[in-house]
């Protein structure tokens, strides 16, 4: 299958500073990311990628600066209502809810598309029943895609490492969201998983034209999967691209490889 | 209209016409709160160690008591009762280590709290098995007649309890800060894991701070029992501990104390002077309402640690 | 070889979300509802129909309501208490205001009374969290029972304090509550409300609701990044939790002791909740039965003990044995196993399946 088309902005940051304290976590960040495309911000530990990340989300509010999102500045707003706008996201480190089933977990994805109420709940009945079923099979589609069936009824809390963070995936799929931010997937992994979730990241791109906005500290893997590339180190932005041009920049290939300071 | 008098107007004139009064309410509140901070000590000492919110402090406040007044019973003289209580809530915290927590290692906070409660029955049972259910007087000595200050009378017996108290803080801020198991207390405090990988043997501390945990529940029995005689209502004091914990916050040590405070001066004041409008015995439930509407404020209490929420 | 549900293909998803999507478990449940339908009404002695069942469903209810909060949205309470005392005044005080009034409208009002006190005071878990708002719920638990044993309106002026619940017939004659109701049709009444609303709380869990409170029990923050509304799903949980409590304390009043009065509904009594539902299984519903069932029978048979045995032990002694071995079996239990006997339960069955091989 072909990679999508890019399409419009849909997501702009503009001079984004965040501090912690008297920390700068983040200092005069701008770029944008384009509809259908993959964008990858990377960085060494400690950039600010993360920050970036949460800023994007709503999670955290930055001091400075703005955030244009389908043409309409993002305000500081509660944490639940960046889903409700279309942006899902994964964690770094994962926040599944350990005591209920993939099923269940990609499930709660849905929870912004779905109306629950306490007395059609308590019945299981008419409108209530129609509802778990239509989602029921948004959720097995998903559940086919990732390839996760056989652990559809498993607690999220007994399943390794690679397969909690791809539930966690579909999770944020689940929501259907039109901006997907996935927070250092890859992380942790060995090979063979890195590369079924490459596969899968992808795949959702261009199965359902999501746009991706991705944290990477891996520079080989994102190269090769993403359409565009922004460089982060100490808080500021060294390189913004395709990651060919971003591969050459002196000031990245200094900043991961050290330079002599003379 | 009357009602509202009663609730509005009515108090603070009464305050303002007779301040000694007042100020004698508020005296023996306060020093009621420093009866309260001793067995919240107890709490907090737990907390902030192992993490662990342990109901069951009230109930080894009972438990303590409950032994040193039944040794005496037995003819035991008051040191030597001392001595074998002490012992005895040091045997005590090496089974709960034993027996209990040690069991429940990298079990949710929840679970822990459950197993406390747990605790808290078999020693309400254990106790008064053993020692028997009626209530027991208990005379140590202290002086209860009252002496006036400036027109305001103030109880001995709460002059000795305040200043048990502070010296209770001095004597674990001087354990906390100068010897080598309070620093082991404070790294143990500050994250497990660290500390268990540097060394500090993590089942030592527990038992440790148990142990500290029960003398303190000790002083505060004697204390509470000397006041009302040594019987089960000492294990529901505890309760009346938590709201003070809620304030001054589950890991603060001086929070104990104001939180004490606090509780202990508001409670009276508003038992003796709107009390009345609303039917009396508003100490049942004022602590809790007064810190539940304190928190919405400050939801890690006066001195917690901040609360920071990561992803 | 018994327990398998090899061969029963589901066909379509409504199968599959069906609340029993196993054959043997189907088996099971019919058996439960004729013993409880059939074998105890028939064979039940009074003592039996009105000491041990009545109680028991009651607080099966109840232990139901507080799972709801703690168990499944995660919401640590102690004022299981004094939702109770809420719903049995609420009802004690709809039944004297309207006595035409249909005594199940009653209770169900009741209960929706006490669901809005509990989200009055559910309202504190949007800031507060964790332990401080376990110890925040006993300001619940303390002002409910105050309020209720201060102020003379809600005992209807009462001189004596103690207050009987009203005669009170479901249809025509069949009397449920008052002296002329027969210890059969107060358990007959009983049975039916519980299982009723067991499976309507069975049914809100495994839907949209539950799964958010679950969400918001196991990790709140994701779950409010992911869109689920925190103040929303935290209040239904109160206020859901506290209708079961309330209807619970009407039924506990009314069916069971026949008078209303705050000390059943003291602090101990939230506490004798919170333990059946960490020994049945936080989360679930059928462990609340087991839980209710378990701290149920233990003081009876403790206090019978002796007796079979040709002891003699004087009653406070009993009293004080029964408060230590019902702490050293909940701290038993956490240690075997900390998600109740429900999990066992579940265990049992997944050994079924696959025996008689052990894997």
């Avoid at chain 3, 205001?97 to 509990?118: E, K, R, Y």
């Avoid at chain 3, 006993?138 to 005992?155: D, E, G, K, Y």
């Avoid at chain 3, 079996?329 to 049992?348: D, N, Q, S």
Wanted: charged residues 15%; contains cysteine; glycine residues 10%.
């Amino acid at each position: 299958m072909a990679r999508p088309e890019a399409g419009d902005v849909i997501l702009k940051v503009e001079n984004i500073s965040l501090s912690f304290g008297g920390v700068k976590a983040l200092s005069d960040i701008s770029f944008e990311a384009r509809e259908h495309q993959l964008t990858a911000i990377i960085g060494p530990n400690g950039a600010g990628k993360s920050s970036m990340l949460n800023c994007i989300q709503g999670f955290y509010h930055p001091q400075e600066g703005t955030i244009t999102y389908r043409g309409i500045v993002r305000k500081p707003e509660k944490s639940h209502e960046a889903a409700r706008n279309g942006i899902a996201r994964t964690f770094q480190n994962i926040a599944l809810f350990k005591g209920m089933s993939t099923l269940d977990n990609i499930m709660t994805g849905r929870n912004t598309k779905m109306k629950s109420n306490v007395f059609l709940d308590a019945l299981y009945l008419g409108p209530s029943l129609k509802q778990e079923l239509e989602h029921r099979e948004k959720a097995e589609q998903i559940i086919e895609f990732l390839e996760i069936n056989s652990i559809r009824k498993t607690p999220v809390g007994r399943l390794p490492y690679g397969l909690q963070k791809r539930v966690e995936l579909g999770r944020a799929l689940a929501a259907e969201p039109d901006v997907l931010l996935l927070d250092e997937p890859m992380a942790g992994m060995n090979i063979e998983e890195k590369e079924d979730m490459c596969r899968f990241v992808l795949d959702v791109n261009e199965e359902f034209g999501t746009t991706i906005v991705l944290i990477e500290h891996d520079m080989g893997v994102v190269m090769d999967i993403s359409d565009h590339v922004v460089v982060l180190d100490y808080g500021k932005k060294l390189a913004d691209g395709a990651p060919d041009e971003v591969r050459n920049n002196q000031d990245v290939i200094d900043a991961y490889l050290g330079v002599a300071h003379d | 209209m009357e009602f509202l008098h009663a609730m509005t107007i009515g108090p603070i004139v009464e305050i303002i016409e007779y301040p000694t009064f007042f100020m004698e309410v508020l005296i023996g509140g306060l020093l009621t709160g420093v009866m309260y901070s001793l067995v919240a000590l107890g709490f907090v000492l737990i907390f902030k160690a192992s993490g662990v919110f342990n109901f069951a402090q009230g109930a080894m406040v009972l438990f303590a008591a409950l032994t040193f007044v039944g040794l005496m019973e037995h003819g035991l003289p008051m040191w030597a009762a001392l001595i074998a209580t002490v012992a005895v809530m040091i045997a005590l915290a090496y089974a709960i280590e034993r027996l209990v927590l040690g069991k429940l290692v990298n079990q949710e906070p929840i679970i822990l709290f459950m197993a406390t409660l747990g605790i808290a029955f078999f020693l309400d049972g254990f106790g008064q098995t053993i020692w028997g259910s009626d209530v027991k007087p208990l005379d140590v000595g202290i002086p209860s007649d009252a002496i006036d200050v400036g027109g305001v009378l103030i109880n001995w017996f709460d002059i000795t309890a305040a200043v048990v108290a502070g010296l209770m803080v001095a004597v674990l801020a001087i354990f906390f800060q100068k010897t080598r198991i309070g620093r082991a207390l404070r790294a143990v405090a500050d994250d497990h894991q660290a500390a268990l990988s540097v060394g500090i043997p993590l089942k030592t501390i527990w038992m440790v701070v148990w142990s500290v945990a029960g003398i303190v529940g000790l002083v505060a029995g004697v204390m509470w029992g000397s006041k009302l005689g040594v019987q089960f209502t000492l294990s529901l004091i505890a309760l009346k501990a938590l709201p003070v914990l809620m304030i001054g916050g589950f890991t603060s040590i001086p929070g104990a104390i104001i939180g004490g405070l606090i509780v202990g001066a508001g409670e009276k004041v508003a038992e003796v002077f709107w009390g009345p409008a609303v039917g009396g015995a508003i100490e049942d439930w004022f602590a809790y309402m007064l810190a539940m509407a304190f928190l919405v404020f400050r939801p890690q209490g006066l001195f917690g640690d901040k609360i920071i929420e990561r992803v | 070889m018994f327990y398998r549900e090899a061969g029963q293909f589901k066909t379509n998803y409504a199968k599959d979300q069906g609340i029993f999507p196993i054959l043997q478990d189907r088996i099971w449940i019919y058996f439960v509802l004729v013993v409880a339908f059939v074998i105890i009404p028939v064979f039940g002695t009074d003592y039996f129909l009105g000491s041990i069942m009545l109680p028991f469903l009651v607080l099966s209810l109840a232990a139901i309501g507080l799972n709801i909060l703690t168990g499944y949205a995660g919401q640590l309470s102690l004022g299981t208490g004094g939702f109770m005392a809420c719903g049995a005044f609420a009802a004690y005080k709809l039944s004297t205001g309207f006595p035409d009034m249909n005594i199940i409208i009653v209770f169900l009002l009741s209960g929706g009374i006490t669901a809005f006190v509990g989200v009055m005071f559910g309202i504190p878990s949007l800031r507060i969290k964790g332990f401080y708002l376990a110890v925040a719920t006993l300001a619940a638990q303390f002002f409910l029972l105050w309020l209720f044993n201060r102020v003379p309106w809600f005992t209807n002026y009462s001189d004596s304090g103690v207050i009987s619940a009203p005669p009170r017939a479901i249809f025509g004659d069949f009397f449920i509550t008052g002296p002329d109701a027969t210890h059969l049709s107060k358990y007959l009444f009983v049975v039916t409300f519980v299982i009723l609303f067991a499976l309507a709380a069975k049914n809100i869990t495994r839907s949209g609701t539950g799964r958010n409170w679950m969400a918001i029990r196991d990790m709140d923050i994701a779950a409010e990044i992911i869109g689920i509304r925190a103040m929303q799903t935290k209040l239904s949980a109160f206020a859901v939790s506290s209708f079961y409590c309330g209807v619970a304390g009407a039924l506990w009043a009314f069916l069971y002791s026949g008078s209303v009065e705050p000390l059943s509904f003291d602090v101990n009594r939230s506490f004798q909740i919170l333990f059946m539902i960490i020994i049945g299984g936080l989360g679930s519903i059928m462990g609340s039965f087991l839980g209710a069932a378990f701290i149920m029978v233990l003081p009876i048979l403790i206090s019978s003990l002796p007796g079979m045995l040709g002891l003699s032990i004087p009653v406070d002694v009993i009293s004080h044995v029964e408060f230590m071995i019902m702490g050293a079996l909940i701290i038993f239990f956490l240690i075997v196993e900390p998600h109740g006997l429900a999990r066992l339960w579940t265990v049992a069955k997944e050994k079924l399946r696959l025996w008689p091989f052990p894997h």
